[in-house]
């Protein structure tokens, strides 16, 4: 293996080095180390940035911004980010947590990146030092993106506000059938007044269950008052096969995993 | 290639070595430094054969870069006995059966030592939890939760 690793104090150096041919952001290794040990040729060197604000959390009143370099267990231990604790352990073993970024886990393919799943439901937006994009806007483009990411940012839910579930057919570790988080906000009378519902292996990256969001909006979290929304869930999926699952069985069973995680 | 030095502290003793470029830690313990108590199973991240502990973290000893440990204090199994005394941890391995081939031991005992380090007492779903990283072909994992479950009542009884 010819791997060249390449430190650098700033992000901005590290960007500039990125526009050589062959070489690859490396943050925990998870991925990229993994696809060099795999025999991947395009990799030749290595760049990385020890830039602190790649590894701080800062979390406000109302808004959370976690560099690029936070680990799921520094995120799954953060005593005011409680609510993500489901869905950063919800990636891979306790090792591989101690590893993984949050930057990286944007780029997973499916049926990995059950982190961004959580993000996408969240809104969030990614930084780079060209700015911020919206998630969605960052995940369908980002096969061709160069830039470094630096954090990811997104309101606060309200309380109890975000859901998180991940399928797997190995307890408690196994890669996913299928993930989904949730951002429900609920009216006085327990109506749904805004959702956001993203779901992960249900295509080739985090997507969001739109026309299941639409359906639920007025609606109360019952069995009748769901159903709309379940069979509406299918929309827009193409999910993958491999061999933990079938396209076709991922989408036989979403159905009841997202019930089950709204009547929760 | 150009190499690259790196320097660490591996098992209480300080290591330096050249190494090339981008060489990952299980290379540099196993080829370079004589250390083979790390594995080299799927080098995916998904064994856990090559786990070792760094800073007092468990991590993936082949999806790290050797490079990145400069400074480090590592610690592998091979570093556990003292004066020919075997860790509690290996004891209860070896009076519960916890290993056949042995080839996941190391890694499953490295995962131990993180659990019980910050928990000497931990629940089973602890333990199992704590193990969920790596994968044991022989056993069928039974045994080796109950090793870690002697070694933490060994060392608790040890401790009162």
Redesign the interface.
């Known amino acids: 293996m010819a791997l060249a690793l390449h430190t650098f104090a700033t992000v901005k150096e590290a960007n500039a080095a990125l526009k050589s041919r062959g070489s690859r952001y490396l943050g925990g290794g998870t991925l990229v180390v993994r696809a060099a040990n795999e025999g991947d040729v395009s990799v030749s060197s290595l760049i990385r940035s020890t830039e602190p604000s790649l590894s701080s959390i800062a979390v406000t009143d109302s808004k959370v911004r976690i560099g690029a370099s936070v680990t799921m267990a520094a995120i799954a231990r953060h005593p005011d980010l409680s609510f993500l604790t489901k869905a950063a352990s919800a990636v891979g073993g306790p090792a591989v947590r101690n590893m993984a970024t949050v930057g990286g886990n944007l780029f997973a393919p499916a049926p990995y990146g059950d982190f961004a799943v959580a993000l996408l439901a969240l809104d969030a937006t990614v930084g780079t030092d060209d700015g911020e994009t919206p998630i969605e806007t960052f995940l369908a483009g980002r096969d061709t993106n160069r830039a470094i990411v630096t954090s990811v940012a997104f309101a606060l839910p309200k309380a109890d506000g975000f859901r998180f579930l991940k399928v797997s057919r190995v307890k408690p570790k196994g890669v996913s059938v299928l993930s989904i988080a949730a951002v429900l906000e609920l009216a006085g009378d327990g109506a749904v007044s805004s959702a956001r519902i993203a779901l992960g292996c249900m295509a080739d990256r985090p997507m969001r269950a739109k026309a299941a969001e639409k359906a639920l909006i007025g609606k109360s979290l019952t069995k009748d008052g769901i159903a709309p929304a379940l069979a509406a869930g299918n929309e827009g999926t193409s999910p993958i096969t491999d061999p933990i699952a079938s396209a076709w069985y991922r989408n036989e069973v979403l159905p009841v995993h997202l019930g089950r995680l709204l009547l929760t | 290639?150009a190499k690259?030095p790196v320097q660490f502290t591996l098992n209480g003793s300080e290591k330096a070595e050249f190494i090339?470029?981008?060489?990952?830690l299980l290379h540099a313990l196993r080829d370079k430094i004589g250390d083979t108590s790390p594995k080299g199973g799927c080098?995916?991240?998904t064994c856990?054969a090559c786990?070792v502990i760094i800073d007092g973290?468990?991590?993936?000893s082949?999806?790290?870069?050797a490079?990145?440990c400069n400074g480090a204090v590592i610690t592998t199994t091979s570093g556990l006995s003292e004066g020919g005394v075997l860790h509690p941890l290996q004891h209860a391995f070896l009076d519960t059966f916890a290993t056949q081939c042995g080839f996941c031991t190391p890694g499953m005992i490295m995962?131990a030592k993180?659990l019980l380090d910050h928990k000497p007492n931990p629940s089973r779903d602890e333990v199992?939890?704590?193990l969920?990283?790596?994968i044991c072909r022989c056993t069928g994992y039974e045994p080796i939760i109950q090793a870690v479950l002697h070694a933490a009542r060994a060392n608790s009884q040890n401790a009162a």
């Open positions: 290639m690259v090339d470029s981008g060489t990952t080098h995916q991240g856990g786990s973290e468990l991590r993936l082949c999806l790290t870069l490079e990145t995962a993180v199992v939890e704590a969920s990283g790596n």
